[in-house]
């Protein structure tokens, strides 16, 4: 009878001890797909990013008394390079603010049909709604992922393993104003 006793206790304490390595690799699996959901976030920003400077030399060639737009576009593409090592709660807001920038000057490129029409600044157009289409996907996909991980470090029983091991809930990439989400209008 005792002997039943103590087999009866080494079953359920391995059957714990299986049920906690397999809540911790869980864990370590989702806590690794949004460090690389945030990674491809970060590859599309500076894609973006790199798009800029030629943007801008290519609307400065047309837009001669557009001058604010343009350096409001230069000074947002700062403090988004400012911000490259900032986690996706403080990056969010500061690249919503590029994206504002950019709708901005692609608002006003309708008034110059000659620049709608020139090679350069149709490829960069096609490249920048390329890159902002990439943002989104990878945006979902990121987010996605904070989900998971964020349920598993709150739901029981993994709760009780994320934080015996330290887990913490990670910050979706969310922006201030939901219309700094949409890709910049570039159909001309």
């Known amino acids: 009878?005792?002997?039943?006793?103590?087999?009866?206790?080494?079953?359920?304490?391995?059957?714990?001890?299986?049920?906690?390595?397999?809540?911790?690799?869980?864990?370590?699996?989702?806590?690794?797909?949004?460090?690389?959901?945030?990674?491809?976030?970060?590859?599309?920003?500076?894609?973006?990013?790199?798009?800029?400077?030629?943007?801008v030399a290519c609307l400065k060639a047309y837009m001669a008394h557009e001058r604010d737009t343009l350096e409001e576009l230069v000074i947002r593409r700062g403090e988004a390079q400012a911000h490259e090592t900032d986690g996706a709660a403080g990056r969010g807001p500061v690249e919503g603010q590029l994206s504002a920038a950019l709708q901005r000057a692609f608002a006003l490129v309708e008034g110059y049909p000659e620049l709608k029409a020139d090679a350069v600044f149709l490829d960069l157009q096609r490249n920048l709604s390329e890159v902002e289409e990439h943002i989104q996907m990878a945006r979902r996909y990121y987010n996605g992922a904070v989900r998971e991980?964020?349920?598993?470090?709150?739901?029981?029983?993994?709760?009780?393993?994320?934080?015996?091991?330290?887990?913490?809930?990670?910050?979706?990439?969310?922006?201030?104003?939901?219309?700094?989400?949409?890709?910049?209008?570039?159909?001309?």
Do not use: H, T
Request: hydrophobic residues 55%.
């Open 149 to 188: 991980l964020n349920v598993l470090v709150e739901s029981v029983p993994s709760n009780l393993v994320a934080r015996a091991f330290a887990f913490r809930c990670a910050a979706y990439f969310a922006l201030d104003d939901a219309r700094d989400g949409q890709s910049p209008e570039m159909e001309f």
């Open 1 to 55: 009878m005792q002997g039943l006793g103590l087999g009866l206790a080494l079953v359920l304490a391995a059957l714990v001890l299986l049920a906690v390595i397999y809540c911790y690799n869980r864990l370590v699996f989702n806590r690794a797909r949004v460090a690389e959901a945030w990674s491809g976030i970060e590859v599309q920003l500076k894609r973006r990013s790199s798009l800029i400077p030629q943007l």
